[in-house]
């Protein structure tokens, strides 16, 4: 590989894209943002009602009451993922920090590939989605978020602001601030 290494220009040495410095930099914003997501869910909260509702669920008339069964059930495999996802995207960001530590290394030696920068770059994108995702189901993943919502408009207040709109414009318009002319 040194060999290798030693036959490649200088150009093929060059990695292509973002520097080691912004892929780092990159890497501990995610890092924060994990963090602070994991301030938000507290996995070790997590991790102690999944226990609970593991051990709910091993009792011998769990089935018995079906809906109250199904609503269990459904709350542990909504938390177990959550906390899944959270726990491998917080050992990928980590590890995405070391790959971008070691690229400011590489580029320092002067072995820098632009493979290496492809796959943290890839790496650093697809960490920023999952963890994306994850922040959106914090937002929008409580309790009667995934139910229907009703929107209603009543537009005798749209239509009243809008005259008032009107008026305010004639007034500036005209030059006089009270009601209708003096």
Do not use: C, I
Request: aromatic share 4%.
């Amino acid at each position: 590989a040194p060999r290798a290494l030693a036959r490649m220009s200088e150009e093929q040495r060059q990695p292509a894209g973002p520097d080691p410095d912004a892929l780092a930099q990159q890497a501990g914003r995610l890092a924060e943002r994990v963090a602070l997501l994991g301030e938000y869910l507290d996995p070790n909260v997590l991790e102690t009602r999944v226990a609970e509702l593991e051990v709910e669920m091993g009792a011998g008339d769990f089935w018995d009451d079906q809906a109250r069964a199904a609503k269990v059930s459904a709350e542990h495999a909504r938390l177990s993922g959550r906390l899944t996802e959270y726990h491998a995207l917080a050992g990928d960001v980590g590890d995405l920090g070391e790959l971008a530590a070691m690229a400011r290394e590489e580029e320092r030696a002067g072995s820098l590939t632009p493979e290496f920068v492809t796959e943290v770059v890839d790496g650093l994108d697809r960490a920023e989605n999952r963890l994306f995702v994850l922040e959106e189901s914090r937002l929008f993943g409580g309790e009667h978020d995934a139910g229907d919502a009703v929107v209603t408009d009543d537009r005798r207040h749209w239509s009243g602001l809008g005259e008032l709109v009107v008026r305010g414009q004639r007034r500036v318009r005209l030059g006089y601030p009270g009601r209708g002319r003096s």
